[in-house]
């Protein structure tokens, strides 16, 4: 689906300049191609509503593409409805599936502290915000000493906004715990907000519009 500011009644299926279809592996195979990344990040919008993990389509992306890593945010709302869609799939393929942990899911403070116990399962905290409200029932902005290595900071409103990265944001999460990996998300458009992004402290940004428009450049592996 495009994403438009994170309203998910508004999202459409993907017209995309890199493929003529909107199958999923297709899309898939074509980003990664584009990009040169053997990484790609998944938002299960219906597990994100309460419906079920799309499990079997995460098994099909899995096995064709055997150098896949999966970022999977899937409405988990703690450590234990990761660990259950993981043990749902090929050990090799689990392996490949790092767990995003939304503040927009996560049901408690607890459950935040559970997810980033275990050193051997790699996972990512997203902290969630839309129209300068933080998406976070369970307090994570308020916890830096509990977020993991690597923080996707999620400006839902630049979502499909073509309005620009949200850096104050950005900067302030930084800010709040040094060291940090972090990782932006929506509003990119063009190379310069990528090099933006990058000065302000950026390790990495997750795009789609910008690559389905073709407004980015094709990177060599």
Do not use: K
Not at 20 to 49: F, K, M, N, W
Not at 91 to 116: D, I, K, M, Y
Request: charged share 25%; aromatic share 4%.
């Amino acid at each position: 689906m495009r994403g438009i500011q994170g309203r998910r009644e508004s999202y459409r299926p993907i017209v995309s300049a890199l493929c003529g279809t909107a199958e999923p592996l297709a899309v898939a195979r074509a980003l990664c191609e584009h990009c040169a990344s053997d990484t790609l990040y998944i938002a299960d919008l219906d597990a994100l509503q309460g419906a079920p993990v799309q499990a079997t389509l995460l098994r099909q992306l899995l096995d064709a593409m055997p150098q896949l890593t999966l970022w999977l945010d899937a409405g988990f709302v703690d450590a234990e409805a990761a660990a259950q869609l993981l043990a749902a799939l090929e050990p090799a393929a689990a392996a490949r599936v790092l767990p995003v942990f939304a503040s927009e899911s996560l049901r408690s403070p607890e459950a935040l502290a559970a997810c980033f116990v275990n050193p051997t399962r790699p996972a990512l905290l997203s902290l969630d915000r839309r129209d300068g409200r933080r998406l976070d029932p369970a307090g994570c902005w308020e916890r830096p000493a509990l977020w993991p290595e690597r923080v996707i900071v999620m400006t839902l409103e630049r979502v499909g906004a073509d309005s620009g990265p949200d850096l104050d944001t950005l900067r302030a999460v930084a800010a709040a715990r040094p060291g940090t990996r972090l990782i932006g998300a929506g509003g990119i458009r063009s190379e310069t907000d990528l090099q933006d992004a990058e000065n302000a402290g950026a390790d990495a940004w997750l795009v789609a519009s910008a690559l389905h428009d073709l407004r980015l450049s094709p990177r060599r592996g």
